[in-house]
Protein backbone atom coordinates (compact mmCIF):
# COMPACT_ATOMS: atom_id res chain seq x y z
CA UNK A 1 0.00 0.00 0.00
CA UNK A 2 1.49 3.74 -0.85
CA UNK A 3 -0.91 5.10 1.92
CA UNK A 4 -0.82 9.24 0.16
CA UNK A 5 0.35 9.55 -2.95
CA UNK A 6 0.96 13.44 -4.23
CA UNK A 7 1.77 14.38 -7.41
CA UNK A 8 3.92 16.29 -8.37
CA UNK A 9 6.90 16.55 -5.66
CA UNK A 10 8.41 19.86 -7.08
CA UNK A 11 7.02 22.33 -9.21
CA UNK A 12 7.93 25.66 -10.18
CA UNK A 13 5.48 27.90 -11.98
CA UNK A 14 5.78 31.66 -13.14
CA UNK A 15 3.05 34.24 -11.77
CA UNK A 16 -0.27 34.16 -13.23
CA UNK A 17 -0.06 30.38 -14.22
CA UNK A 18 -2.56 27.39 -13.07
CA UNK A 19 -2.12 24.09 -11.59
CA UNK A 20 -3.23 21.22 -9.99
CA UNK A 21 -1.39 19.33 -7.68
CA UNK A 22 -2.62 15.80 -7.50
CA UNK A 23 -3.22 13.77 -4.39
CA UNK A 24 -4.62 10.01 -4.20
CA UNK A 25 -5.46 7.35 -1.11
CA UNK A 26 -5.46 3.96 -1.32
CA UNK A 27 -6.49 3.20 2.64
CA UNK A 28 -10.26 3.94 1.93
CA UNK A 29 -10.46 6.86 3.88
CA UNK A 30 -13.61 9.66 4.19
CA UNK A 31 -12.08 12.51 4.64
CA UNK A 32 -9.26 14.34 2.99
CA UNK A 33 -7.66 17.19 3.54
CA UNK A 34 -4.99 19.83 2.06
CA UNK A 35 -2.38 22.07 4.09
CA UNK A 36 0.23 24.08 3.27
CA UNK A 37 3.65 24.60 5.18
CA UNK A 38 5.59 27.98 5.06
CA UNK A 39 8.82 28.27 6.11
CA UNK A 40 9.72 27.58 9.95
CA UNK A 41 5.85 27.56 10.11
CA UNK A 42 3.26 25.05 11.46
CA UNK A 43 1.35 23.55 8.78
CA UNK A 44 -2.05 25.71 8.04
CA UNK A 45 -5.38 23.96 6.83
CA UNK A 46 -6.52 25.18 3.29
CA UNK A 47 -9.63 23.21 2.46
CA UNK A 48 -11.03 19.71 3.57
CA UNK A 49 -13.11 16.91 2.57
CA UNK A 50 -15.31 15.64 5.07
CA UNK A 51 -16.76 13.07 2.79
CA UNK A 52 -16.94 12.02 -1.30
CA UNK A 53 -19.20 14.72 -2.37
CA UNK A 54 -18.47 17.73 0.10
CA UNK A 55 -15.64 20.13 0.52
CA UNK A 56 -15.22 23.55 3.17
CA UNK A 57 -12.82 26.04 3.95
CA UNK A 58 -9.95 25.82 6.31
CA UNK A 59 -7.85 28.58 7.59
CA UNK A 60 -6.48 29.87 4.11
CA UNK A 61 -9.18 28.93 1.29
CA UNK A 62 -8.41 31.99 -0.50
CA UNK A 63 -6.41 31.58 -4.14
CA UNK A 64 -7.35 27.92 -4.36
CA UNK A 65 -9.98 25.69 -5.41
CA UNK A 66 -10.46 22.07 -4.61
CA UNK A 67 -12.28 19.17 -6.10
CA UNK A 68 -13.12 15.58 -4.66
CA UNK A 69 -13.10 13.17 -7.11
CA UNK A 70 -13.98 9.92 -5.59
CA UNK A 71 -13.41 8.27 -2.71
CA UNK A 72 -9.51 8.29 -3.49
CA UNK A 73 -8.63 11.57 -5.10
CA UNK A 74 -9.04 15.32 -3.68
CA UNK A 75 -7.14 17.56 -5.57
CA UNK A 76 -6.15 21.32 -5.08
CA UNK A 77 -6.11 23.52 -7.90
CA UNK A 78 -4.26 27.01 -7.79
CA UNK A 79 -6.12 29.28 -10.44
CA UNK A 80 -3.25 32.34 -10.83
CA UNK A 81 -0.04 31.46 -9.24
CA UNK A 82 0.88 34.08 -6.96
CA UNK A 83 4.06 34.34 -5.28
CA UNK A 84 2.60 34.03 -2.04
CA UNK A 85 1.42 30.41 -2.19
CA UNK A 86 5.22 29.19 -2.58
CA UNK A 87 5.27 26.52 -0.17
CA UNK A 88 5.30 23.05 0.37
CA UNK A 89 1.65 21.49 0.03
CA UNK A 90 0.62 18.28 2.39
CA UNK A 91 -2.18 15.86 1.71
CA UNK A 92 -3.94 13.68 4.31
CA UNK A 93 -6.57 11.77 4.86
CA UNK A 94 -8.38 10.75 7.96
CA UNK A 95 -10.79 7.37 8.24
CA UNK A 96 -13.50 9.66 9.97
CA UNK A 97 -13.17 13.31 12.25
CA UNK A 98 -11.60 12.00 15.39
CA UNK A 99 -9.29 9.65 13.50
CA UNK A 100 -5.69 10.04 13.09
CA UNK A 101 -4.07 11.54 9.73
CA UNK A 102 -2.24 10.14 7.53
CA UNK A 103 -0.09 12.25 5.49
CA UNK A 104 1.79 12.55 1.74
CA UNK A 105 5.27 13.53 1.36
CA UNK A 106 4.28 16.64 -0.31
CA UNK A 107 4.67 18.86 -3.16
CA UNK A 108 7.28 21.70 -2.63
CA UNK A 109 5.82 24.76 -4.98
CA UNK A 110 7.35 27.69 -6.28
CA UNK A 111 6.11 31.11 -8.16
CA UNK A 112 8.58 33.06 -9.41
CA UNK B 1 -10.72 24.62 19.07
CA UNK B 2 -8.39 25.07 22.57
CA UNK B 3 -5.14 26.52 21.66
CA UNK B 4 -1.63 24.97 22.94
CA UNK B 5 1.04 26.53 24.19
CA UNK B 6 4.57 24.96 23.56
CA UNK B 7 8.19 25.50 24.24
CA UNK B 8 10.14 26.52 20.70
CA UNK B 9 12.91 24.23 21.42
CA UNK B 10 14.23 21.39 23.40
CA UNK B 11 17.59 19.11 23.48
CA UNK B 12 17.92 15.75 25.31
CA UNK B 13 20.46 13.37 25.40
CA UNK B 14 20.75 10.29 23.49
CA UNK B 15 19.33 7.27 25.63
CA UNK B 16 17.65 9.71 28.19
CA UNK B 17 13.67 10.23 28.36
CA UNK B 18 12.45 13.18 26.34
CA UNK B 19 9.71 14.59 28.13
CA UNK B 20 8.35 17.44 26.03
CA UNK B 21 5.16 19.93 27.58
CA UNK B 22 2.01 21.35 26.21
CA UNK B 23 -0.37 23.82 27.86
CA UNK B 24 -4.01 23.51 26.59
CA UNK B 25 -5.58 25.70 29.32
CA UNK B 26 -9.15 26.41 27.18
CA UNK B 27 -9.73 22.81 26.37
CA UNK B 28 -12.87 22.01 26.27
CA UNK B 29 -14.54 18.80 27.48
CA UNK B 30 -14.85 16.80 24.21
CA UNK B 31 -11.65 17.96 23.12
CA UNK B 32 -8.80 15.30 22.40
CA UNK B 33 -4.78 16.17 22.53
CA UNK B 34 -2.91 14.88 19.48
CA UNK B 35 0.96 15.01 19.10
CA UNK B 36 2.70 14.46 15.63
CA UNK B 37 6.02 15.08 15.13
CA UNK B 38 7.99 15.88 11.51
CA UNK B 39 11.23 14.91 10.72
CA UNK B 40 13.00 17.20 8.50
CA UNK B 41 10.46 18.17 5.41
CA UNK B 42 8.83 15.01 5.50
CA UNK B 43 5.16 14.95 5.83
CA UNK B 44 3.64 15.04 9.75
CA UNK B 45 3.57 11.46 11.82
CA UNK B 46 0.80 10.25 14.01
CA UNK B 47 2.35 9.65 17.44
CA UNK B 48 -0.60 9.37 19.92
CA UNK B 49 -3.84 11.02 21.05
CA UNK B 50 -5.79 11.02 24.09
CA UNK B 51 -9.25 12.35 25.90
CA UNK B 52 -8.30 12.35 29.51
CA UNK B 53 -6.69 8.72 30.57
CA UNK B 54 -2.69 8.25 29.98
CA UNK B 55 -2.29 6.84 26.90
CA UNK B 56 1.06 4.58 25.83
CA UNK B 57 2.03 2.94 22.38
CA UNK B 58 4.63 1.58 20.94
CA UNK B 59 6.08 4.77 20.08
CA UNK B 60 5.62 6.72 23.34
CA UNK B 61 3.16 8.07 26.30
CA UNK B 62 0.46 10.65 26.94
CA UNK B 63 0.29 11.51 30.61
CA UNK B 64 -2.95 14.22 30.59
CA UNK B 65 -3.57 16.21 33.97
CA UNK B 66 -6.27 15.36 36.07
CA UNK B 67 -7.74 19.14 35.13
CA UNK B 68 -6.73 18.35 31.24
CA UNK B 69 -4.99 21.95 30.97
CA UNK B 70 -1.64 20.13 30.12
CA UNK B 71 -0.32 17.31 28.62
CA UNK B 72 3.32 16.34 28.57
CA UNK B 73 4.33 13.41 25.38
CA UNK B 74 7.27 10.87 26.84
CA UNK B 75 9.84 9.47 24.38
CA UNK B 76 11.25 6.39 26.95
CA UNK B 77 14.87 5.85 24.82
CA UNK B 78 15.04 9.02 22.95
CA UNK B 79 17.11 8.11 19.79
CA UNK B 80 18.91 10.64 16.98
CA UNK B 81 16.06 9.54 14.57
CA UNK B 82 13.65 11.28 17.42
CA UNK B 83 15.04 14.66 16.22
CA UNK B 84 12.05 16.28 15.02
CA UNK B 85 9.66 19.23 15.49
CA UNK B 86 6.57 17.55 17.64
CA UNK B 87 3.24 19.55 17.08
CA UNK B 88 0.55 19.24 20.36
CA UNK B 89 -2.67 19.32 18.91
CA UNK B 90 -5.97 19.79 20.84
CA UNK B 91 -8.86 19.21 18.99
CA UNK B 92 -12.61 18.82 18.82
CA UNK B 93 -14.55 20.06 15.57
CA UNK B 94 -13.36 18.23 12.25
CA UNK B 95 -10.04 20.12 11.00
CA UNK B 96 -6.75 19.58 12.57
CA UNK B 97 -4.90 22.78 13.79
CA UNK B 98 -1.45 23.24 13.42
CA UNK B 99 1.07 25.52 16.17
CA UNK B 100 4.57 26.15 15.67
CA UNK B 101 5.65 23.16 17.56
CA UNK B 102 8.79 21.94 19.28
CA UNK B 103 11.98 21.32 17.71
CA UNK B 104 13.56 18.28 19.64
CA UNK B 105 17.16 17.65 19.28
CA UNK B 106 18.34 14.77 20.56
CA UNK B 107 22.43 15.07 20.86
CA UNK B 108 24.61 11.91 20.95
Known amino acids: NAGVTQTPKFQVLKTGQSMTLQCAQD?????MYWYRQDPGMGLRLIYY???????DKGEVPNGYNVSRLNKREFSLRLESAAPSQTSVYFC???????????FGSGTQLSVL | DAKTTQPPSMDCAEGRAANLPCNHS???????VYWYRQIHSQGPQYIIH???NNETNEMASLIITEDRKSSTLILPHATLRDTAVYYC?????????FGQGTRLTINP
Open chain 1, 92 to 102: ACSQGPNEKLF
Open chain 1, 27 to 31: MNHNS
Open chain 1, 49 to 55: SASEGTT
Open chain 2, 26 to 32: TISGNEY
Open chain 2, 50 to 52: GLK
Open chain 2, 89 to 97: IVKGAQKLV
